[in-house]
């Protein structure tokens, strides 16, 4: 539980923050993917931002916590970072 609401309070900065308050589309699916996508997926995904091969490997570790909850729950987070989204492009 602890693991999902320090994601919701990332997100909630990163894309609420009062200087830019539309959410970059790249940063939307990376979140997604973080949440749903497989393990193959999600390291195409992050491919394209071009990370240090540390950075990738780091991310892939807190991938495997985040997997560790029940899909439905994740289904959830996601529901509720796109709300979130949506109020912040407005």
Do not use: H, W
């Not at 602890?2 to 970059?24: D, E, G, I, M, Q």
């Not at 589309?25 to 071009?50: D, R």
């Amino acid at each position: 539980m602890r693991l999902s609401v320090c994601l919701l309070l990332l997100t909630l900065a990163l894309c609420c923050y009062r200087a830019n308050a539309v959410v970059c589309q790249a940063l939307g699916s990376e979140i997604t993917g973080f949440l749903l996508a497989g393990k193959p997926v999600f390291k195409f995904q992050l491919a394209k931002f071009k990370a240090p091969l540390e950075a990738v490997a780091a991310k892939m570790e807190v991938k495997k916590c985040v997997d560790t909850m029940a899909y439905e729950k994740r289904v959830l987070i996601t529901k509720t970072l796109g709300k979130i989204a949506e109020k912040c492009d407005r």
